[in-house]
């Protein structure tokens, strides 16, 4: 979907997005999975990526403290920004939405209670196209005061802007 918006901006970007599976588990398991695959990608297109970034959710968070100060160790290590989404990634896109950026569900159960009942026909995993319908750059904008791991992600890359005056 980011792609998407930078290609209806006219941005000279490419994103390489990879869905890593499984997901949704330890978090350190996916950055090291993360790394591994990167490593794999840049080897292939022949040169390292400008930016570096990995969406997690923050709900499972905590279990494991030690694999968390791992998980964050070797993200600096490679240059990888972590973006936590709070508790979830159905809450962050739920911030998106019209009124709802200030919305802090607490459970991931709770998320996608909030989410359905604000935007009824998502389903999950919810392809880019259909995402885009509801999500554009001022939805991006209106989150950049309640995310910010991710507005200063979209800042590097210029989907945002530097706030006006």
Avoid: N
């Amino acid at each position: 979907m980011l792609q998407r918006l930078a290609d209806a901006a006219g941005l000279p970007l490419h994103l390489d997005t990879v869905v890593l599976q499984p997901g949704g588990g330890d978090p350190c398991a996916i950055v090291e999975l993360a790394v591994r695959r990167l490593t794999q990608r840049e080897r292939q297109s022949g040169a390292p990526y400008a930016h570096r970034a990995i969406l997690l959710d923050a709900d499972k968070l905590g279990q494991s403290p030690q694999r968390d100060d791992r998980a964050a160790a070797i993200a600096a290590g490679e240059a990888i920004a972590l973006i936590w989404q709070q508790p979830c990634h159905e809450a962050l896109l739920l911030r998106h939405l019209p009124g709802c950026a200030q919305l802090r569900p607490p459970q991931t159960r709770v998320a996608c209670q909030q989410l359905v009942q604000r935007w009824p026909d998502y389903r999950k995993p919810m392809p880019a196209a259909r995402l885009a319908q509801r999500i554009d750059v001022a939805s991006l904008a209106q989150i950049r005061t309640v995310e910010g791991a991710l507005a200063e992600f979209l800042l590097t890359i210029g989907l945002l802007t530097a706030e006006p005056g």
